[in-house]
């Protein structure tokens, strides 16, 4: 809603969304297709509307690494050296966060989510697979550049020390 207390498009397009109420097929058509970031935001937050807890979980895990930028139009305008700013900018994977951990968003009361942790201790969804600990766990398993070239000379007077004994 924008300060004159109208519904912005997107606000409109959500309420069509969730008259039309489309089957999970449909949903994936449109999650899937990446020409239309405000689509994917919309069905996100549809999903965040409609859906079981673990189904949000598991989906929004996919879209935390998404960064494509959204405008966001502001309630109030906001004045930045006297001029009024209506839009902010905020990524995709910030609106989910959104989703998932505020109350309210774009000026949406979002309906209670159950809290992964308590969903996890019950076995139903899984830890969240955060993309730095796969990358750390990488590069535990290979060892240094210089490391490898040290443990070749090694070998190489090892085997000359051996030799020549």
């Not at 498009?9 to 999650?31: A, H, T, V, W």
């Not at 109030?76 to 994977?93: A, E, R, T």
Request: charged share 30%; aromatic share 10%; with cysteine.
């Amino acid at each position: 809603m924008n300060s004159n207390s109208r519904p912005s498009p997107f606000i409109c397009c959500l309420l069509r969304l969730l008259e039309i109420n489309p089957s999970s097929e449909i949903l994936k058509i449109y999650l899937n297709q990446n020409k239309f970031k405000y689509l994917t935001a919309l069905v996100l937050m549809f999903i965040r509307m409609t859906k079981r807890p673990e189904e949000v979980y598991n989906l929004f895990d996919n879209y935390i690494t998404n960064f494509s930028k959204l405008r966001i139009q502001l309630n109030d305008p906001q004045f930045i050296n006297g001029i009024p700013k209506s839009f902010s900018l905020c990524h995709v994977d910030e609106f989910v966060d959104d989703l998932l951990t505020k109350k309210r968003v774009v000026d949406v009361i979002l309906p209670r989510l159950v809290p992964r942790q308590f969903l996890i201790d019950k076995g139903i969804i899984g830890e969240r697979q955060y993309l730095v600990t796969s990358l750390d766990e990488d590069e535990e398993g290979k060892e240094e550049p210089g490391k490898e070239e040290e443990k070749k000379e090694d070998e190489m007077e090892e085997e000359f020390v051996s030799d020549s004994d």
